[in-house]
């Protein structure tokens, strides 16, 4: 079989969910569709968030699990999602007699059982819908570049 310079190049990456992007030039660019903003989950976990037991997705970081409970309340904060601005810090522990421990929720998987004793400013705005806290007031941790994290 014989191609003319016309015909498209067959390519393997193409999928059904594909999306087809004109360049400047008579070229084109491959773009997937972007997936869902959750990590896949086959179940909800319990976790502690402040006064409060709430249900959120397995298998994801705690700021997008808190991202379940706010959709739009996490997604305008002013998050980085990637460690650099520490407005997602918490301190947590995993249950009674356990230490606790400060840690940012972007790069923290959610496990069941945890409780989130204190949250950034960020977060206590971003989720000031859900009234968390007690009597309206929460444990605010503060951003601090000098702390390790776990």
């Not at 940012?104 to 400013?121: D, H, N, Q």
Request: proline share 5%.
């Amino acid at each position: 079989m014989t191609r003319s310079s016309h015909d498209p190049i067959p390519n393997p990456r193409i999928t059904s969910d594909t999306i087809f992007l004109p360049a400047l030039n008579p070229t084109m660019c491959l773009m997937s569709s972007p997936g869902g903003l959750f990590r896949p989950y086959q179940k909800l976990v319990k976790i502690q968030l402040l006064d409060r037991e709430v249900e959120v997705p397995e298998n994801n970081m705690v700021l997008r699990a808190l991202q379940y409970l706010a959709t739009e309340g996490i997604a305008y904060g002013r998050f980085c999602w990637n460690e650099d601005c520490q407005y997602c810090r918490i301190v947590y522990d995993s249950g009674d007699g356990t230490s606790q421990h400060t840690a940012l929720a972007c790069k923290m998987m959610v496990r069941e059982g945890i409780r989130i004793k204190e949250i950034s400013t960020e977060l206590k705005y971003c989720l000031r819908d859900l009234k968390l806290g007690n009597s309206g007031t929460a444990t605010i941790v503060q951003a601090d570049s000098s702390e390790n994290y776990d």
